[in-house]
């Protein structure tokens, strides 16, 4: 799993599209759903349903949204951290 993928995924759930990530993206449709194949594949989940047009998470997606959230956030308090102590 490499950080494209993640940020792949977290712009896919954003866009709500295939079509719409992949044009935020600067790629195709065909390439991010083979960043996100293999993202489901290293973490051996389905992370999304599609419903028509939009993509909706599964449980699983729901998980690493939240974790992937909570990582960023306690990434973003570590700098702050480190800003205010110098």
């Known amino acids: 799993m490499d950080r494209y993928q993640l940020y792949a995924f977290l712009v896919l759930i954003e866009a709500g599209s295939f079509s719409e990530a992949a044009r935020r993206l600067g790629t195709t449709d065909c390439c991010l759903r083979m960043l996100i194949t293999a993202l489901e594949t290293k973490l051996n989940a389905h992370l999304y349903d599609v419903t028509g047009p939009y993509v909706l998470l599964t449980d699983a997606g729901r998980h690493l949204l939240l974790n992937w959230?909570?990582?960023?956030?306690?990434?973003?308090?570590?700098?702050?951290?480190?800003w205010k102590s110098s």
Do not use: A, P, R, W
Not at 69 to 82: A, H, K, N, W
């Open 69 to 82: 959230s909570l990582f960023l956030g306690q990434i973003d308090s570590l700098v702050e951290t480190m």
